[in-house]
């Protein structure tokens, strides 16, 4: 079965330094991942995916995430933070059937 | 064009009251999914529509009722919901057979 962990629920980050959100995850086959954006009293937001092919991705907004198959990662970078970042964020891993397994998310704050 | 929409934002009703919500996408996507949402959590699976049949239910209570009456619409059917069934809705929709999921905007359901 097929599982997602974002350590950390809440991550704060000053103005301009870099943005690492974490998460892990178990799949029995190969994973395809995902990164949402969701801002408040909105709907989530594709940020980014892997399926296969290139480890490193980038998506919008200047994010990027590295799949790592040895460690079961995909954490989420950002090289510079703005206030605009500031959000919920969900790692998801696919659950067969077009079902996505979602993290627990990452609640990101931007200080000045 | 990665466009969900969803009617309406905001709803409010009673316990004793029939209520509908409605999707809508035009990206020639053959899936589609109901979410349900509470503060600072992931969104919670409910429904799966493939091809305009219903191929996925989360053991979803019968006060909700999905209908997909053509590829490009998704409706929720609400009827005598309790106040814990109170939450955003969210929409996705997906190419069939494909993890890349869209979401809209949802609605915020309020039940008294």
């Known amino acids: 079965a097929q599982s997602v962990t974002q350590l950390g629920s809440h991550v704060s980050v000053s103005e301009g330094a870099l943005v690492l959100l974490r998460c892990n995850y178990s799949s029995s086959v190969p994973p395809y991942l995902f990164w949402y954006v969701q801002y408040p009293n909105q709907g989530l937001q594709l940020l980014l995916k892997?399926?296969?092919?290139?480890?490193l991705v980038k998506g919008i907004n200047g994010f990027e995430a590295e799949f790592k198959k040895s460690e079961t990662s995909f954490h989420l970078t950002k090289p510079s933070a703005h206030m605009s970042d500031a959000a919920e964020y969900f790692c998801a891993v696919s659950g067969g059937g077009g079902k996505l397994i979602f993290g627990q998310g990452t609640e990101l704050s931007v200080k000045p | 064009d990665t466009e969900v929409t969803q009617t309406p934002k905001h709803l409010v009703m009673g316990m004793t009251n029939k209520k509908s919500l409605k999707c809508e996408q035009h990206?020639?996507?053959?899936?589609m999914y109901w979410y349900k949402q509470k503060a600072k959590k992931p969104p919670e699976l409910m429904f799966v529509y493939s091809y305009e049949k219903l191929s996925i239910n989360e053991s979803v209570p019968s006060r909700f009722s999905p209908e997909c009456p053509n590829s490009s619409l998704l409706n929720l059917h609400l009827h005598a919901l309790q106040p814990e069934d109170s939450a955003l809705y969210l929409c996705?929709?997906?190419?069939?057979?494909?993890?890349?999921?869209?979401f809209g905007p949802g609605t915020r359901l309020l039940v008294l």
């Open positions: 990206m020639g996507h053959r899936a």
């Open positions: 892997y399926t296969t092919g290139a480890t």
């Open positions: 996705a929709s997906s190419q069939a057979g494909q993890e890349t999921q869209y």
